[in-house]
């Protein structure tokens, strides 16, 4: 079965860290770029970051930039984000996402609050 598995999200003070993890499930993981999206409560979804397939390049939305980093494994088929200096406007649900396979995971939900 295809999918993807997301992991490690919770609650976390300001100024703390979070790291995400998403298992790709069932396809060549390696062959596609992956992204990193969140949904605030009352707001659309957003791409937080995306990682090419081959080069490895990544691209930040401007208000995580500096702040988050999104990386892979393709020996283990696995996305990561690191999430460093959270801000209580960083709380949402996080999902990955296959863009090229329109494919989802189920989210994991991200709250920063003290």
């Known amino acids: 079965q295809v999918q993807l598995v997301e992991s490690g999200g919770g609650l976390v003070q300001p100024g703390g860290s979070l790291t995400l993890s998403c298992a790709a499930i069932g396809f060549t993981f390696e062959k596609y770029g992956m992204r990193w999206y969140r949904q605030a409560p009352g707001k659309e979804r957003e791409l937080v970051a995306h990682?090419?397939?081959?080069?490895?390049?990544?691209i930040y939305q401007e208000v995580v930039r500096g702040r988050f980093t999104i990386s892979r494994d393709n020996a283990k088929s696995t996305l990561y984000l690191r999430m460093n200096n959270l801000k209580p406007e960083d709380t949402a649900i996080y999902y990955c996402?296959?863009?090229?396979?329109?494919?989802w995971g189920q989210g994991t939900q991200v709250t920063v609050s003290s």
């Open positions: 996402s296959a863009p090229n396979k329109n494919l």
């Open positions: 990682i090419f397939s081959s080069t490895n390049k990544t």
